[in-house]
T-cell receptor, first 111, second 114 residues
Framework: GEDVEQSLFLSVREGDSSVINCTYTDSSSTYLYWYKQEPGAGLQLLTYIFSNMDMKQDQRLTVLLNKKDKHLSLRIADTQTGDSAIYFCAESRGSQGNLIFGKGTKLSVKP | DAGVIQSPRHEVTEMGQEVTLRCKPI?????LFWYRQTMMRGLELLIYFNNNVPIDDSGMPEDRFSAKMPNASFSTLKIQPSEPRDSAVYFC????????????FGPGTRLTVT
């Protein structure tokens, strides 16, 4: 299909790791992005990975990319209540293509 | 920097009325994007500009929607006439030259058409 797919909901306990998964569609996508949306706010760029990388780590965030399966994941270590938000995966299709967003995964963190 | 500024934050209007949404991008950014977010369809790109010129408006749903960018610091999205199915949150985003996909979003305008 043409959609970027994500599961809609994820619930974890505070202190646990969260893993948010995404499948994308265009094998030629150069960059893949994770955006975060807190309630009542716009999207905020969290991190991105270049398509020739397998992994990128940024403090508590780890992005894994499996190009063969077109699978992207975001791992949040030591998840905090402040991490509760909707997380969007996005792919950039081609040099002049637009960002295509998934529908977002709502992460709920329970104390 | 104040970030991307959108106004109004909330708009309630009756079907058939004209609605104008406003956006001030981050100073120095070359790209400006208008998105619409609904529960059913998620986040959809409506149109984007580069250096005030519309580049891709293929996401604009129909002729009732129009967008302008008269200068580098201001853009409008107009819906005339509005319909209940236009109810959504409309986001404006901007990005600097060379990093088009690293977009900075405004807080959005929640539009309700009754």
């Amino acid at each position: 299909g043409e959609d970027v797919e994500q599961s809609l909901f994820l619930s974890v306990r505070e202190g646990d790791s969260s893993v948010i998964n995404c499948t994308y569609t265009d094998s030629s996508s150069t960059y893949l992005y994770w955006y975060k949306q807190e309630p009542g706010a716009g999207l905020q760029l969290l991190t991105y990975i270049f398509s020739n990388m397998d992994m990128k780590q940024d403090q508590r965030l780890t992005v894994l990319l499996n190009k063969k399966d077109k699978h992207l994941s975001l791992r949040i270590a030591d998840t905090q209540t402040g991490d509760s938000a909707i997380y969007f995966c996005a792919e950039s299709r081609g040099s002049q293509g637009n960002l295509i967003f998934g529908k977002g995964t709502k992460l709920s963190v329970k104390p | 920097d104040a970030g991307v500024i959108q106004s109004p934050r909330h708009e309630v209007t009756e079907m058939g009325q004209e609605v104008t949404l406003r956006c001030k991008p981050i100073s120095g950014h070359d790209y400006l994007f208008w998105y619409r977010q609904t529960m059913m369809r998620g986040l959809e790109l409506l149109i984007y500009f580069n250096n005030n010129v519309p580049i891709d408006d293929s996401g604009m749903p129909e002729d009732r929607f129009s967008a302008k960018m008269p200068n580098a610091s201001f853009s409008t999205l107009k819906i005339q006439p509005s319909e209940p199915r236009d109810s959504a949150v409309y986001f404006c985003a901007s990005s600097p030259l060379g990093t088009r996909d690293e977009q900075y979003f405004g807080p959005g305008t929640r539009l309700t058409v009754t």
